[in-house]
Nanobody, 119 residues
Framework: QVQLVESGGGLVQAGESLRLSCLAS????????MAWYRQAPGKQRELVAK?????NYADFAKGRFTISRDNAKNTVYLQMNSLKPEDTAVYYC???????????????WGQGTQVTVSS
């Protein structure tokens, strides 16, 4: 079984920082891209940042958020600085992983971690 587990969410004030972590565990042969998404109440899930062959950020994340990976630990991080109330959402980790050499890549999701930014 393969799973992604996020941590690091919480309640902060506007202007403060948070660092989210996502650990991939289980029977994993290789991880390709890893990403962070978020979903605010009443809104669709949206991409925050992605780390694969290249690194991409949503416009709202550029200059404030940084995605990084520790491949040895199968972990992806999201450093979020200068947080705003509109960043309030559930943040989800996403990864494309294959369990064996011959298997295909499948996309996995974590359960999400709540980030709340007060004004």
């Amino acid at each position: 079984q393969v799973q992604l587990v996020e941590s690091g969410g919480g309640l902060v004030q506007a202007g403060e920082s948070l660092r989210l972590s996502c650990l991939a565990s289980g029977s994993i042969f290789r991880i390709n891209a890893m990403a962070w998404y978020r979903q605010a109440p009443g809104k669709q899930r949206e991409l925050v940042a992605k780390s694969g062959d290249s690194t991409n950020y949503a416009d709202f994340a550029k200059g404030r958020f940084t995605i990084s990976r520790d491949n040895a630990k199968n972990t992806v991080y999201l450093q979020m600085n200068s947080l705003k109330p509109e960043d309030t959402a559930v943040y989800y980790c996403n990864a494309d992983m294959k369990r064996t050499y011959s298997s295909y890549y499948n996309t996995y999701w974590g359960q999400g971690t709540q980030v709340t930014v007060s004004s």
